[in-house]
């Protein structure tokens, strides 16, 4: 069964980083653009990063550009999302995303607030 | 940034009658390589969003061909045929052409 879960999502502090996971199954990372997407509370959807099949780029929306780094380890078949420099406008949920919206993980939560 | 305007953005609907949604886009979404990457999504209270409709009018897996996306250049459509109850949701449009990709505000479907 194709799948993502994310995991790592969590309360954290203005200015604080935290790293995002997304655990794929039934398919191969590699093999893909993959995505994060997120969604705040009560909003729509705002698409963050997508990183190419081959690793060797990402985009980012200007406002994570600096922060976020989209990257991926091919033996864990997994995403990630490393965010720093934190915000209050943060806070969101995070999905991970394969192939321009073809599968979505269940989401991460992630709370920016002291 | 691509700028994707959709209307309705409240759809109140009868059970079995159609609905239509539209979503423009600031700027053509024809792709160098030929292709047009305009995606619809559902997103049901409490779930994860979910594709129904890629590269314009193509349905993906499992759903149902009452759903239909259709359009060209700037302006594309969504419509179902015939509203169920579980169409209840928000529906999205999101362009995948240009760098970075950008959703609509989301329509909000619901049974009247």
């Known amino acids: 069964e194709v799948q993502l879960v994310e995991s790592g999502g969590g309360l954290v502090q203005p200015g604080g980083s935290l790293r995002l996971s997304c655990a794929a199954s039934g398919f191969t990372v590699s093999n893909n653009w993959m995505s994060w997407v997120r969604q705040a509370p009560g909003k729509g959807l705002e698409w963050m990063a997508t990183?190419?099949?081959?690793?060797?780029?990402?985009y980012y929306v200007d406002s994570v550009k600096g922060r976020f780094t989209i990257s991926r380890d091919n033996a864990k078949n997994s995403l990630y999302l490393q965010m720093n420099s934190l915000r209050v406008e943060d806070t969101a949920v995070y999905f991970c995303?394969?192939?321009?919206?073809?599968?979505w993980g269940q989401g991460a939560l992630v709370t920016v607030s002291s | 940034d691509v700028v994707m305007t959709q209307s309705p953005l409240s759809l109140p609907v009868t059970l079995g009658q159609p609905a239509s949604i539209s979503c423009r886009s600031s700027?053509?979404?024809?792709?160098?390589?030929?292709?047009?990457?305009l995606n619809w999504f559902q997103q049901r209270p409490g779930q994860s969003p979910r594709r129904l409709i890629y590269k314009v009018s193509n349905w993906d897996s499992g759903v149902p061909d009452r759903f239909s996306g259709s359009g060209s250049g700037t302006d594309f459509t969504l419509k179902i045929s015939r509203v169920e109850a579980e169409d209840v949701g928000v529906y999205y449009c999101m362009q995948g052409t240009h760098w970075p990709h950008t959703f609509g505000q989301g329509t909000k479907l619901e049974i009247k």
């Open positions: 700027q053509s979404l024809v792709s160098s390589d030929g292709n047009t990457y």
């Open positions: 990183l190419k099949p081959d690793g060797s780029e990402g």
């Open positions: 995303v394969r192939s321009g919206g073809a599968v």
